[in-house]
């Protein structure tokens, strides 16, 4: 779809709405809250009510930009109420988001899918979907550019903070020219790129990088698929769910490795669930196929799948029974 007639569309929903919920994916990046932080300020100019949901308590924090307040996270409160319109954003499905069951509920008039994920499945009654993007944020800039929106410093960082987050600095092969000249507009509007990068970027601390110490130290290379290998233990990250915020770096980190063709984390997510974080700089792998076989999705240098099964160590190898 055309950009300016999906701005136009959306600007139609929200005139025409009330009440409007906002849906972030469970455990959201700063590219997901960034595109809600936006949405909703845009929303409440316009003299409608907006509530934000996210199944997990947002862990991200921008100095004035993320606030984990401003989500609510009890599902059975929110499908209590009607809205008249739901946005969904960042979110390849509705179960990734895990509001399948809840959508049905609300039964809403429109649902508008934002997002920039090649292997979204097109969910929405309005579907705004453009994998060309690096971030679900330059989308919504674009959008409420095409609106004519106000855009606030608190907007402009918001969005910024989703384009860093998910290019990892700008530096993931997903860095185009657009993303270039969306940021330098985003700083215009007062976003400040030193606050935002060292908010999401310089963010470890010495348990963390401990932490990390330890998941390199199990670091294996795969000679036949030429593929680098490690994985978490649901042990480690036992009653420290900060640190899935930190574990999800390590994934970009090992992209960084000369010689390999893609990366792999598995990490034991729960009892009986893995999630792997597939990475890759080459130009012959489109890992979200890899990921779509089982289950999962994303883009072609960057996705992730959650599977059945227990990690366990053999020796000095690790396998999935």
Known sequence: MELSTAAAQLNRAVAAAQKILLIAHRRPDADCLGSVIALSEWINRFGKES????IDRPQLVVPLVLEPE?????IEAVGAQKFDLVIVVDSGDLRYAVVEKLIEKLQPLV??????????TRFG????????????TEIVYQLLKKNKATISSRIAAALLAGIIGDTYGFTNTNTSAATMQTTSGLLRFGASLAQVSDALLKNKTVDGLQLWGTILSRLQHNEEFNIAV??????????????????????NFLNNIEGVDAALVLRQETVDTIKGSLRTNSELIDVARFATLLGGGGHRKAAGFSLPGRLVQDGSHWQII
Do not use: K, M
């Open 51 to 54: 509530v934000c949901f996210c």
């Open 125 to 136: 009654q309005l579907n705004i979907v453009d994998s060309s993007a690096a971030s679900t």
């Open 70 to 74: 401003a989500f609510t996270n009890n």
């Open 230 to 251: 490690t994985v978490i233990t649901a042990e480690e990250l036992q009653g420290n769910p900060e640190l899935l915020e930190v574990t999800d770096g390590i994934s």
């Open 111 to 120: 649902v508008i899918n934002i997002d920039h994920h090649a292997t979204n």
